[in-house]
């Protein structure tokens, strides 16, 4: 790769962003793709902001002019290259989700952050209330080898600090972004719609969704349920599409296959911004008491959409001022009373819209570009503290502070 030039210490740094990246389907690589464009139009370029890709098993490269390097990350051998790469740039900006780096991810990560030189900026995407040990030191390693560390809600940071003794001054939180669009006000009419999508695995919680869906036959119009997402990649590699057959198998069993519909495709931004638009409200059933950041509720509330979800730490934190309603985890009946309330009682729909849409605007991702690009000129910064005085006792003829003299 050729060497960048030197910019000044006024333009924007030049950022490097290590992550999965599109046409990879996870959460990961829309958030880091989405972020890059949203910087890109900032900045009107995207000459100063590259990726190293991560490459599961079985996945390729493809040409794009914004990928830097690729790292197949079923061996560590990609860390001395992303190391180098790292050099021509002010700011390594690390994407982390336990697994997106391999097997052996938590060695790689800390190889690769005990070699690069350049200013770090960690991203945590997952805050584990419980993390084995190995999670736990991996965590609190990135913290400390970091600039700055980003988490993407308040739940996050109390994790960080209660749980891992984290100093509540090394963290910052940038909410996941989205890309706002309300889609105004549905058509009266013809059955409700509630929709649940994304990648689909176990802990998602479908079974539940659709348990409490079945104790909605007695409206009228009774709702139609609409679960549209692929088999995530990772567990299609090992578990192949058996929840999917289970949550088939349940839709039979309870008699509701003129309620539910599963949708087994990846949703491309206009697919999605569709069902959006034919939907009435979201519901994300998910099973995980520790899901600190949810790119689905953001998507929800751009799109002005109520939601009902499980008591998670990023819902809770989001839908308290009214966007939506929280109901306990596998309580189909809690469940099922919260979105009969939201799709009988038009004034509770109503505000629940209208706080959606209010939140929806401040999630934008153009004010989380700002938030980074703020965050990585404040990291590019902490290297060139470290080198004036070092600058400076060169120029007397004496050794910097803490060095023994050659």
Same mark, same amino acid.
């Given at each position: 790769m050729t060497e960048r030039p030197q910019t000044s210490r006024l333009a924007a740094p030049r950022i490097l962003f290590v992550s999965t990246y599109p046409p990879t389907r996870c959460g990961i690589a829309n958030y880091t793709h989405s972020?890059?464009?949203?910087?890109?139009e900032q900045r009107r370029s995207v000459a100063d902001l590259g990726v190293v890709r991560l490459?599961?098993?079985g996945e390729f490269p493809r040409p794009d002019p914004i990928i830097e390097a690729y790292a197949g990350v079923s061996n560590s051998r990609w860390v001395d290259h992303v190391a180098k790469v790292a050099r021509s740039y002010d700011v390594v900006w690390l994407q982390h989700e336990f697994g997106i780096y391999g097997e052996s991810g938590d060695r790689a990560l800390r190889r690769l952050t005990e070699k690069v030189t350049t200013p770090i900026v960690t991203t945590l995407h997952t805050v584990l209330r419980e993390?084995?040990?190995?999670?736990?030191d991996l965590t609190r390693h990135l913290v400390k080898r970091s600039a700055h560390t980003v988490v993407l809600s308040q739940a996050a940071r109390r994790m960080l600090v209660d749980h891992y003794r984290v100093d509540p001054t090394a963290v910052e939180v940038v909410p996941h972004g989205v890309r706002y669009r309300p889609l105004g006000q549905r058509a009266p009419g013809g059955r409700p719609i509630i929709v649940t999508w994304g990648l689909l695995g176990p802990g998602k919680g479908i079974e539940w969704g659709i348990a409490a869906v079945s104790r909605l036959k007695h409206l009228d119009p009774a709702p139609h349920y609409v679960v549209a997402g692929a088999t995530h990649p990772q567990v299609f590699r090992t578990q192949g599409d058996a929840y999917r057959a289970d949550l088939v198998r349940l839709?039979?069993?309870?008699?509701?296959?003129?309620?539910? $519909?599963?949708?087994?495709?990846? @949703?491309?931004?206009?697919?999605?911004?569709?069902?959006?638009h034919s939907a009435r409200i979201a519901f994300l059933p998910y099973d995980s008491a520790d899901q600190v950041s949810s790119g689905v509720l953001v998507e929800a509330?751009?799109?002005?959409?109520?939601?009902v979800a499980t008591a998670f730490p990023h819902a809770v934190e989001l839908l308290e001022d009214g966007a939506g309603i929280v109901v306990p985890h596998r309580d189909p009946q809690a469940m099922a009373d919260a979105i009969?309330?939201?799709?009988?009682?038009?004034?509770?729909?109503?505000?629940? $819209?209208?706080?959606?849409?209010? @939140?929806?605007?401040?999630?934008?991702?153009?004010?989380?570009a700002d938030r980074c690009e703020a965050i990585a000129a404040s990291a590019s910064r902490t290297l060139l503290v470290l080198r004036r005085p070092t600058e400076k006792a060169a120029r007397k003829g004496s050794p910097a502070p803490g060095r023994k003299p050659r």
């Open positions: 972020l890059v464009q949203a910087m890109a490459l599961a098993p993390p084995d040990p190995i999670q736990r839709v039979r069993e309870l008699d509701v296959e003129q309620m539910v $519909r599963m949708e087994d495709t990846y @949703l491309s931004d206009d697919d999605l911004e569709r069902l959006l509330l751009g799109a002005g959409l109520p939601v009969s309330t939201l799709l009988t009682n038009d004034e509770a729909h109503g505000a629940a $819209r209208s706080r959606a849409a209010d @939140l929806g605007r401040s999630l934008h991702w153009s004010q989380v």
